[in-house]
Every structure is written in structure tokens, then in C-alpha cells.
């Protein structure tokens, strides 16, 4: 009952969306339809999870008065904003005004300055780590430079550093990638079979 | 008169993006608390921001318009089979007891068995079958046509072939990487680490763009003033 | 310390400074940056241009503000070109966050096609934005099917029957192309299941860490045009006549480029000086 019958019921339900595949029926198809509706919703409930589990870490930090407690109450404050701007009655639902001026001039500009950040770490890591030690490294950094050199006017030399990068990106990095691609479509295809079988279940946590 | 008024209130909303790139942006020096109110304050309007969503856009019109009337908030009696994905929905809410999780397994299971069902033949398809058929059938061996270098592109397509096996070599373990077998899967890591050269070389660009953003939009409220 | 020793062992907040001030000297700069369109980028242009008016298109806007440095302008090109070919454009996200930015998108070209091009696209007519669902993967094969399992509604709230041009619009089929933005997974899921299981055709806006790992499926056919990052971006400005953020953001780009070589060819002279005085020494020793 605690961990049969969910196993029972991936392999039933993984087996059913493979014949599905191959045997578009009228019957199976509406099955289907039925299926990735359900999903959807089921993942409506998955995702506020995540929003709850939030608020539980940030409301026992500020119960607890644990470290920079004073962070945690500043989360739960913006997370209260925004619902009680966005939810109606109080907001106007997806068009309510300050909730939408909260997203434009508060999320955005932190979200895409945290990750403008990494600019300058991953220019501080290429100092220091991508140096042509051996050959392979040497490649690696001879591949990058064609690259970067790529963006740069360098008149009469733009055009030949612009058909090597070309055929970089289209032979030698297409193949790499393409093996990579095959390599990850086994896998993902074993896994899968493993979990349908039952032979992988630690997504199913212990007892 | 009112066009003044309103300059005032998206410039004020503009200094007010412009404080959270700035606190955000002296992270560089070192962690600060100004670095730490931005990051937190983040972290509560998402989550805030996405419950919104997640009801306007997900709960009211995939389940909650199914049973019952909108508007009115009646019960409607016509399509009650909405209530399996709402018990399923509600049970994975039961991870946080310790006495009730095991209940959260079975949403979980119909979550794993139907991605993995849908995976195996679609993945099976996108990324093995077509990729095979990208190196042999889609190649087109033409001779006549000059590639890079002057090259003729029937050429280059079999060096193609050549570097996807080589690669592929390198990525097969059940048998020692020596001899010839060694020395195709020494081509084949060559050919790796220029594909994950190119990868940096697009990377230095993807980064410094998100910096550049930021700037752009201190420029303008810069201008404003 | 040695000089080469000092090269190779800079403070990281003097290169963090180095490259903050290039990047910002251009700004006061008067230069351009010509930019060569390459072929992936104009399969797509070339692709819309071909599509007659009133035929449909749909665009997903699937990143998050952490993204957009790259994808905006992308998103504002594409949308640009369609209204100015006054197709019937459906727009959705699959990314979180990506609601407020396909919104903003959608409203700013729309008023900006009604100032410059006379022709005022109007909401569920010309354009529709279908909002946000979770599980992309299951979004993507449900309106493979119908777009009324994931979207029985549109972000606003109403049905998507009630909206003119969504009347007799069922599935992918009726849809010329799918062009979607794209920085995270979502890629994957739309070349899996929406090209592989419903043969849509598909082309990508990438962020510029992504791009390198999708010339496969251009090359194999499974995506028909590939934009990469905010050259990508560019070359579209350039290609659609409106330079715009990203075509700015090239010469920045430039000087942010030639830093970080700077930095790096430094770092390995340091490092080949080091390694030839320690043979030296070796050798004296």
C-alpha cells in the first residue's frame, strides 16, 4: 500500500504513455488528453510546495531568532506584498498596478544584476584557471579565443576568423555535442526504463 | 501638468530599480548587508510574485473553473473527475507530516511513470534516432561545393562522421581506452574540448551581456535625471 | 615577487574594476560595430518574411528577468517583424518568472507598430498572449493536442474561444512556426516533444550559453534557424532594419572582449615566464 502500489501504478501508467506512442487510438488519445491535463494541475500543487516550504524555513528563522533572522521577516515582508497586492480583493489580480511595479522595479532589476554578476567571476576564473598547461588545454583555450575573437572588428582578419569560428561551431563542436546528445539519450532512456521497471525507486524516499 | 507628474513617479520607480542593481552590484567588493536586504527581499516578491500566477494562471482556470461556476463560486456537478487531480494535488501537500508522506508517493508515481513513459520513446527519437540521422543522412557528401578553406564540403562532412564516432569512442568505457581503440578515443577528447571552447567562448558573451543590460538601464535613469 | 609572479596573481577586484570601467567607457563612445549575419540567424528572418498575412505564429517567451540582457531584444525584433507582416502572432510563457516579460514585450511592440507602422494590432485579433502553466513538458504535448488543455483560458482570464483569432485554431497544425526564447530546459522539451512528437517547426532564440549545444539539431534538421546570445540578438536588429539594445550592446561587448583576453593572455605569459625560470633554477640546481 506505502510502496507497491506506487510503483505498480508508474509502471502502469509509464507503460500505458509508451503504447500510447505507437497505438494512437481514438480511445488512448483522449486518455492522454485527460493525462497531461491532470499533470498540469498536480504540478499547480508541486510548485506552491516550494512557496510553502519557503515561508516554513523563513517563519522557524525568525521564531528562532537565529542568524540574520532580520533577512528572513525582509522575505516573508516582500512575499505578503506581493500577494496582497496581486490577490484580489485588495489588488486587482494580474493587472493590479504596484504588483506589477514590484515585478518591473524590484525582481528585475535584482534577478538579472545577480546573474550580471557572474561576468566578472567567470572573467576572474578564466584568468586564473585557463592557461594552455598541456595541449588539450591549449586546444580548449585556442577554441575559446577563436570565439571571442569572433566579436571583435579586426578589419581584414574579421572575415577569416569569422568562417573558422563557423566551422568550429558546425564540425568539431557539432560532433562533440552530437556525441554528448546520443550519450545523455541512452542514459535518460535506461533511466526511465529503470524507474518504469522498478528498478530505480529512491524518488520514492525511504519508509 | 500630468505629463510632469508622471516623470516623477517612473523616475521614482526607476531609482528604485536602480538602488536594488546598485546594492546588488556591490556584492563585488565583499557581502554586505545592502548586498543581503536585495537578495532577500528578492527571494519573498518571487515567491510572492509566482503564487499569483500560479493562481491566476493554473489554479482558477485549469481546476477551480471545472467545479465550480466563476464568479459565483457555486459548486458545478458536471465534470467532479477534476477532483482526482485535486486529491492528487492535495497529497503531496502531505510531505510535511511524518505520519501522513507515504500518501505524497502516489502523485509522485503518477509524475515519474508518465514523464518517463513520454521520455523514453520521444527521447529515443529526438536525441539518438535523429541525431544518427543528422550525421549520416543529412550530411550531404557534395564534393563539387567548396567549404571552409577551399576545401570541398564532402570533405568536411566525412571529417563530421569521423569526430561524432571518435567522440563517441571516447564516451564508451567497457573496454580500455589503448591501442587504436585509444588512440580514436584520443581524437575524439581533442574534439570535446573544442566544443567546450566554443561553449566559453559563447559564455564570456552571455555573461558580459547581463552586465551590459544593467548598465543600459543605469544609463537611462542617468538620463532621466 | 617576480613580475611574473605578479601577473598571474592580481587582486580579482582590479579585474573586476578593469572590466567594469571598459565596459561602461563606450557609452560615451561614437562608434558602430558591423555586424555579419550568419545563416542560422537568417533561416529565420527569411522564414517569417516568406509567411503571408493573417498566417499564424507562435512565440513562446520562455526566460526569466536573468535572461533578458539577451532574449529581449530578440523577443522585440521577432514580434516586430510579424506585426510589421501583420501575422496573427500567439504568444505564452513556460518560464516562471516570464509572464511580466512577454507582457512587456507584447505591449511595447504592439504601441510602438501602432506609432510607426500605422497599423494598430489589437488584443485576441492580431495577438493573444496565452500567460504561464507549470510542467513545460506537459504543456508543450497537451497543445499538441488542443491549446485548450494547458490554456483553456489566456493570461487575462478569458476563454480562448471568446477570442476571435482563436476561433478554429486547435493545435500546432494551424501554426506556421514556433519561435521560441529560450534560457533554460524548456529548449530540450520543445525539440522533444514538440518538434519530435507533432514535427513542429521550430527555431530558437538562445541565451549564448546554450547555443553551442544546439547546432546539432540545426544541423539535423530538427530546428530550422538557431539565434545565439546577443550577437544573435544583433544580427536580427540588423536584419529587421531596428538597431536596437543589442546592436548598442556589441561595442560594449568589444571592449568587454578584449579585456577578458587581455586577462587571460597575461595570466599565461606569467604562467610560460614562471615555468621557464623554474627549469632554469632546476637546471642550476
Not at chain 3, 46 to 57: H, N
Amino acid at each position: 500500500m506505502k510502496r507497491q502500489l506506487p510503483l505498480m501504478l508508474v509502471f502502469l501508467l509509464g507503460a500505458f504513455m509508451i503504447i500510447q506512442y505507437f497505438v494512437p487510438a481514438q480511445a488512448s488519445l483522449d486518455a492522454y488528453e485527460f493525462i497531461l491535463d491532470w499533470m498540469i494541475i498536480i504540478g499547480i500543487f508541486a510548485m506552491a510546495l516550494g512557496i510553502w516550504s519557503l515561508m516554513r524555513v523563513s517563519w522557524h528563522k525568525i521564531k528562532r531568532r537565529s542568524h540574520d533572522w532580520q533577512y528572513a521577516a525582509l522575505t516573508l515582508a516582500g512575499l505578503f506584498i506581493m500577494v496582497l497586492f496581486g490577490f484580489e480583493p485588495i489588488g486587482g489580480g494580474l493587472k493590479s498596478y504596484l504588483w506589477l511595479q514590484f515585478y518591473e522595479f524590484v525582481m528585475v532589476p535584482v534577478l538579472a544584476t545577480i546573474f550580471s554578476l557572474l561576468a566578472f567571476f567567470m572573467a576572474s576564473a578564466a584568468y586564473r584557471a585557463f592557461r594552455a598547461r598541456s595541449l588539450l588545454a591549449a586546444v580548449l583555450l585556442g577554441s575559446a579565443m577563436v570565439l571571442m575573437f569572433r566579436v571583435l572588428p579586426l578589419g581584414p582578419l574579421s572575415d577569416p576568423i569569422n568562417e573558422l569560428a563557423g566551422w568550429i561551431l558546425v564540425v568539431p563542436n557539432l560532433a562533440a555535442k552530437r556525441a554528448i546528445l546520443i550519450g545523455v539519450g541512452l542514459g535518460m532512456v535506461a533511466t526511465s526504463l529503470k524507474v518504469i521497471l522498478g528498478i530505480e525507486r529512491s524518488y520514492l524516499g525511504r519508509d | 501638468m500630468e505629463t510632469a507628474a508622471f516623470d516623477v513617479e517612473v523616475f521614482l520607480w526607476m531609482t528604485l530599480g536602480a538602488a536594488f542593481t546598485l546594492f546588488t552590484l556591490s556584492f563585488l567588493y565583499k557581502d554586505n548587508p545592502l548586498y543581503k536586504i536585495a537578495e532577500h527581499t528578492v527571494v519573498g516578491v518571487s515567491a510572492g510574485y509566482f503564487l499569483v500566477i500560479l493562481y491566476y494562471n493554473g489554479l482558477r482556470p485549469n481546476l477551480l473553473n471545472h467545479l465550480f461556476v466563476p464568479e459565483t463560486w457555486t459548486p458545478k456537478f458536471d465534470e467532479l473527475w477534476y477532483l482526482v487531480p485535486l486529491f492528487l494535488g492535495m497529497a503531496m501537500w502531505t510531505r510535511f507530516s511524518r505520519k501522513w508522506a507515504w500518501v505524497s508517493r502516489y502523485p509522485i508515481a503518477c509524475y515519474f511513470g508518465i514523464a518517463t513513459g513520454v521520455a523514453i520513446p520521444n527521447e529515443m527519437k529526438n536525441r539518438v534516432v535523429e541525431q544518427i540521422n543528422g550525421t549520416v543522412l543529412r550530411v550531404g557528401f557534395e564534393f563539387s561545393q567548396s567549404g571552409f578553406l577551399g576545401v570541398p564540403q564532402g570533405i568536411w562532412d566525412i571529417v563530421l562522421v569521423i569526430l561524432v564516432l571518435a567522440s563517441l569512442v571516447y564516451f564508451f568505457f567497457s573496454k580500455e581506452h589503448k591501442g587504436w581503440f585509444g588512440g580514436i578515443a584520443k581524437v575524439g577528447i581533442y574534439t570535446l574540448m573544442i566544443g567546450f571552447g566554443a561553449s566559453f567562448g559563447y559564455t564570456v558573451m552571455a555573461r558580459v551581456s547581463l552586465f551590459i543590460q544593467r548598465m543600459q538601464y543605469l544609463r537611462d535613469w542617468l538620463d532621466m535625471i | 615577487m617576480t613580475f611574473h609572479e605578479r601577473m598571474i596573481t592580481l587582486d580579482r577586484r582590479w579585474i573586476f574594476l578593469t572590466l567594469a570601467v571598459f565596459v561602461i567607457i563606450p557609452f560615451f563612445l561614437e562608434f558602430d560595430i558591423p555586424v555579419t549575419v550568419s545563416k542560422e540567424v537568417r533561416d529565420i528572418y527569411d522564414f517569417i518574411e516568406g509567411l503571408e498575412a493573417g498566417d499564424y505564429i507562435l512565440v513562446g517567451i520562455d526566460y526569466d528577468p536573468n535572461a533578458m540582457a539577451e532574449l529581449h531584444p530578440m523577443s522585440y525584433a521577432i514580434i516586430k517583424q510579424c506585426f510589421a507582416k501583420k501575422l496573427k502572432v500567439i504568444t505564452l510563457t513556460l518560464s516562471q518568472y516570464g509572464a511580466g516579460m512577454a507582457e512587456q514585450v507584447v505591449r511595447d511592440v504592439a504601441d510602438s507598430t501602432r506609432i510607426y507602422h500605422g497599423f494598430e494590432p489589437v488584443y485576441g485579433e492580431d495577438y493573444v498572449f496565452l500567460g504561464y502553466r507549470p510542467y513545460y513538458a506537459f504543456v508543450i504535448l497537451g497543445m499538441g493536442r488542443d491549446f485548450r488543455i494547458p490554456f483553456p483560458q489566456d493570461y487575462y482570464g478569458t476563454d480562448l474561444d471568446s477570442l476571435p483569432m482563436m476561433r478554429g485554431i486547435r493545435n500546432y497544425d494551424q501554426v506556421e512556426c514556433v519561435i521560441d526564447m529560450n534560457g533554460g530546459t524548456v529548449a530540450d522539451a520543445w525539440v522533444s516533444y514538440g518538434n519530435g512528437r507533432y514535427n513542429v517547426k521550430l527555431a530558437f532564440g538562445l541565451t549564448g550559453v546554450m547555443a553551442a549545444d544546439f547546432y546539432p539539431f540545426y544541423q539535423s534538421g530538427q530546428i530550422f534557424g538557431l539565434m545565439g546570445g546577443m550577437k544573435g540578438a544583433a544580427e536580427y536588429e540588423q536584419l529587421v532594419d531596428k538597431p536596437g539594445p543589442a546592436k548598442e550592446a556589441m561595442k560594449m561587448q568589444v571592449f568587454a572582449h578584449i579585456v577578458i583576453i587581455v586577462f587571460i593572455g597575461m595570466a599565461n605569459i606569467g604562467f610560460f615566464l614562471g615555468r621557464r625560470s623554474r627549469t632554469k633554477a632546476g637546471e642550476v640546481l
